[in-house]
């Protein structure tokens, strides 16, 4: 694959960037993050998957999921939406949480933006996170966030390379 992901980590500013440009219109790029009936076939890191339990994508709302593992074991995910501007970015607080959306305390929780970007040969796509504190940044990496997210991006470049969106 030509486009790789790239993950930037900054310890001192508490940020995770990831960065990655998709060879597909925007729209598209935009409805694979939006939408749960793509987001369920791209989210969660191979041998995982993403299991979504609800999602209303406006802001207010929230997508509420699980990472479901090969022996169907479940760790949940909320994600807030907190602003959004139309095929350009949306603001998130993404969480740990229980089944029922109420987070999880003892896990780090991050603030942040996605972007979209138009260029001539695709769509790029900047995921900045941004961290409470140095420690909570430095879980999230310990957990395989870098290889966890790349391997996401690579199932979201498979989808749009066959047309599955």
């Known amino acids: 694959m030509a486009n790789k992901t790239k993950v930037e980590k900054d310890l001192k500013k508490k940020s995770v960037l990831v960065s990655r440009e998709f060879k597909a219109p925007l729209s598209k790029v935009w409805r694979a993050y939006t939408e749960s ?29 699980a990472m479901v593992g090969p022996e169907n074991e479940k760790h949940w995910g909320r994600m ?7 095929h350009k970015s949306f603001a998130i607080e993404d969480a740990f949480c229980d089944e029922n959306g109420n987070q999880n305390a003892g896990l780090p929780v991050s603030k942040g933006q996605i972007v979209f970007t138009e260029k001539s040969s695709g769509a790029l796509v900047e995921f900045k996170m941004i961290y409470n504190t140095e420690e909570d940044i430095k879980k999230i990496i310990e957990m395989g966030f870098e290889q966890g997210i790349t391997i996401c991006m690579d199932q979201l470049e498979k989808l749009l390379e066959e047309n599955k969106i």
């Not at 009936?37 to 979504?52: I, Y």
């Open 80 to 86: 807030n939406y907190i602003a959004i501007d139309l």
């Open 37 to 65: 009936k793509f987001l369920d076939q791209w989210w969660g890191p191979s041998p995982w998957r993403a299991e979504t339990k609800t999602i209303d994508f406006k802001s207010g709302g929230y997508w509420l999921y």
